[in-house]
Nanobody, 125 residues
């Protein structure tokens, strides 16, 4: 059974940085991708970034691609999200997710099979 535990959220001023971590246990060797999504109150969960587990290719939401960087440590089964130049609109609960099946894209919530409990990121303006 896959378990994902996020950490690293918190309160930061606009323009600041945070680094989120997602520690995975029970991750099969056939894992296709990992991703980060975020959700603001009253809104649907939104794709932020995904990373292919095999080769590390990252795919970003346009509004974060010059500010956020996803990376992974396969040996530690951990995914990181470095967030720089944070904006007020980045405030959300951030969720880590694992995709255990092949999909044509890793962009939608339906492409992912396991989810963490989320970590709150609050950016003060």
């Amino acid at each position: 059974q896959v378990q994902l535990v996020e950490s690293g959220g918190g309160l930061v001023q606009a323009g600041g940085s945070l680094r989120l971590s997602c520690a995975a246990s029970g991750l099969p060797s056939s894992t296709y991708a990992m991703g980060w999504f975020r959700q603001q109150p009253g809104k649907e969960r939104e794709f932020v970034v995904s990373i292919m587990w095999s080769d590390g290719r990252g795919y970003y939401l346009e509004s974060v691609k010059d500010r956020f960087t996803i990376s992974r440590d396969n040996a530690k089964n951990t995914v990181y999200l470095q967030m720089n130049s944070l904006k007020f609109e980045d405030t959300a609960v951030y969720y880590c997710a694992a995709a255990l099946r092949y999909s044509r894209s890793y962009y939608y919530t339906r492409d992912f099979d396991s989810w963490g409990q989320g970590t709150q990121v609050t950016v003060s303006s």
